[in-house]
């Protein structure tokens, strides 16, 4: 729908407005002004097609004025203006994201036009490119100009760094269309009345040429079967409601149904309101003549108005005077005569800078409401108040579109707007439903194995205690392996954890496991409850005194013997294998190959080897339980080395236990 201020053609009257605006960025003066330098075009027999296109934007009928730009780009000599215009008709007709590549050739061009800056930063966000969106808004904010459109991109840039979160937060809520409702027209602001579905059209009567398409209207549908909301036929809300020469929309009712409150625009004509205002009828057999309410300001919109259940407090959203900045949401409440008090701001926490519409109000008193300007996705996002602050709702009720006009139904499910991509059209109309999420259970599947003496083969161990534990070390659960040498330990989701066995006797195993990152999407879980299997392999060697191990992968720089980042890795695992037989000690060894002088390879290796064991005594392993000796080239594993393989394997560091406590 279009979103804009009403344009005044003269001091008397002025072109019907569509009365839901989204957004209001233009303002009366720079539109005024445009007018009048516009009108001496206007006397002229021919305008040029600029100024055709000119002209109609002027008046508000940005439909023909996109086209006519569109075709006067194809010869323009100055395409800076004219893309900056036709990307204005764009955004000033609710599209602003098909605004995008002309506001950016627009600021290529070197236009002097830097609300081209802001408005290019918006474009980028309805079109989902956030990194790019908050340069532009922060570009806009340290040299802008406008007071108001800084506060904007300020607002903006600010809100970047919570879309991540957004985007990423489960909801488990589903959505789906109502394909017997909507059509490629607009459909908007649902709301229930005894069973009837009403909501706002431009399905019927003759074309708005603002956004080129029809003028709003009020329609209601009952469901042939409401529990799938399945079937059912549309009707047009009959007179008084609806008006051929207006726009009607954003209807809400008294929960006893006799009172009906909604939003109609101005009819174009010389004699009547000069904007969007709130009008209430009253049903006694059919509904009556609507009429006026006080709320309303001459100089201001005010629409989309929300009854408190108890019809008490009217919300509504309105540009008027001493705001936040666009739109925000008033309340008035009731007196005992049925007067409506002096609207009230709703205040900062809840209006921003930017624009807030569409408020609702749930039986237990919580506020819903649609806004730009708190951190969201893209155009409208819907939000909950909740402890005075707004909540984004979300994905999938929100999306980088604009979603709008919420109708809650209870805690799980309720209606709203939106005029997403996958539609039928402009606006449609989606119901959302809280699933139960299907729920993913995650375990791990140990063995434990013994690696037999001398050999490639493994046999499994039974009644092998093993522990569970979470990051830091601490046990969560433990359990004995049964005659297969199997157990299964439960793990949570998104978490990360080490698998211990031990045995009297043995070198303990340990490995690590983590169920972080392994959850699948909710999209990708077909049946209610999942189960995934992880798999841990854990073998136990015995302790032998006095029998080397050999320590893969310690290297050390040429005639160095500090520890390198690849070496301290592989001694962390010495460090852990310390740790987890605290009744061993060991000495560390380091070996050289037969090249250069016994003496240097004798004193290298010692220096090596002590360098390794300071590194292990610097994690906390008590000094008097590991020893380092330098072996030199007094140990060699091959003989006469011939090729550098044979030499790697000579230069070699080991472990072996020394002494097994009792």
Not at 210 to 228: K, M, S, V, W, Y
Not at 347 to 375: A, K, M, Q, R, W
Not at 530 to 558: F, H
């Amino acid at each position: 729908m279009i979103v804009k201020q009403t344009i005044k053609r003269t001091t008397y009257f002025s072109k019907p407005t569509t009365f839901l605006p989204r957004y209001r960025y233009m303002n009366r003066f720079y539109l005024i002004l445009l007018l009048a330098v516009l009108a001496g075009f206007t006397s002229c027999k021919t305008l040029s097609s600029v100024g055709k296109a000119d002209k109609k934007f002027a008046q508000g009928e940005y439909d023909d004025a996109i086209r006519l730009y569109q075709n006067a780009l194809k010869n323009t000599k100055e395409p800076g203006p004219v893309n900056f215009k036709l990307a204005e008709s764009y955004r000033l007709s609710n599209r602003i994201a098909q605004a995008e590549t002309n506001y950016q050739a627009a600021i290529n061009t070197g236009l002097k036009k830097e609300e081209a800056i802001f408005y290019y930063g918006l474009a980028l966000k309805a079109n989902a490119k956030y990194n790019e969106a908050g340069a532009q808004f922060t570009r806009y904010a340290q040299s802008g100009s406008s007071k108001t459109l800084v506060a904007r991109a300020k607002l903006e840039a600010a809100n970047m760094s919570a879309i991540p979160g957004i985007i990423n937060t489960k909801t488990y809520n589903e959505i789906k269309t109502l394909d017997q409702l909507n059509t490629a027209a607009a459909e908007f602001a649902p709301t229930m009345l005894n069973g009837e579905l009403y909501f706002a059209s431009t399905r019927d009567g003759k074309k708005y040429s603002g956004n080129g398409e029809g003028f709003n209207d009020l329609f209601a549908l009952r469901f042939d079967d409401p529990t799938q909301m399945m079937g059912g036929a549309v009707r047009k809300v009959g007179e008084p409601i609806n008006t051929p020469e207006a726009h009607e929309a954003a209807v809400t009712f008294s929960k006893d149904g006799t009172t009906m409150i909604f939003a109609r625009s101005n009819t174009g004509k010389r004699k009547g309101t000069l904007n969007v205002d709130l009008y209430v009828s009253r049903f006694k057999g059919s509904w009556s003549e609507p009429r006026l309410l006080s709320v309303n300001s001459k100089d201001a919109w005010d629409s989309s108005p929300a009854l408190s259940p108890d019809g008490k407090t009217l919300y509504f959203s309105s540009d008027r005077k001493g705001g936040q900045g666009g739109n925000d949401i008033y309340r008035s409440t009731l007196d005992g005569q049925g007067r409506f008090s002096t609207p009230e701001n709703l205040g900062p926490e809840i209006n921003t800078p930017g624009n807030e519409n569409f408020p609702f109000v749930t039986e237990d008193g919580t506020l819903y409401i649609s806004s730009d300007g708190h951190p969201g996705l893209g155009n409208l996002d819907i939000f909950r108040v909740e402890n005075g602050k707004p909540v984004n709702l979300g994905v999938p009720v929100n999306s980088n579109a604009d979603d709008f006009a919420p109708y809650i139904v209870n805690d799980e499910s309720g209606y709203f707007s939106s005029n997403r991509p996958g539609g039928k059209g402009s606006d449609d109309i989606y119901f959302f439903k809280k699933a139960k999420p299907k729920l993913v259970n995650f375990y791990v599947d140990v063995t434990v194995r013994e690696l037999l003496p001398n050999t490639t083969n493994y046999k499994p161990m039974s009644r092998i205690r093993v522990e569970l534990q979470d990051a830091k070390g601490t046990a969560v659960d433990q359990a004995f392996t049964t005659p297969d040498g199997k157990l299964s330990f439960k793990l949570d989701t998104a978490t990360a954890y080490s698998i211990l066995a031990e045995n009297p006797g043995y070198f303990a195993a340990r490995q690590t496991v983590s169920t972080i990152g392994k959850t699948p999407p909710q999209a990708q879980l077909t049946k209610p409850e999942t189960d995934i299997r992880l798999t841990a392999d854990l073998v136990l060697s015995k302790i032998v005194k006095d029998k080397a191990i050999v320590v893969e992968n310690i290297y050390y720089d040429l005639d160095k013997a500090n520890i390198r980042p690849d070496a301290a890795i592989e001694l962390d695992k010495i460090v852990q294998t310390l740790n987890d037989n605290p009744k061993i000690t060991i000495e560390l060894s380091s070996h050289t190959d037969v090249r250069g002088k016994d003496a240097y390879n004798l004193d290298l290796s010692q220096r090596r080897a002590q360098s390794a064991v300071d590194y292990i005594i610097s994690k906390g392993i008590a000094p008097n339980r590991i020893t380092a000796k330098g072996y030199g080239e007094t140990r060699l594993i091959v003989k006469n080395a011939k090729t550098e393989e044979e030499h790697q394997r000579n230069r070699r560091t080991e472990f072996k236990v020394t002494k097994i406590a009792q």
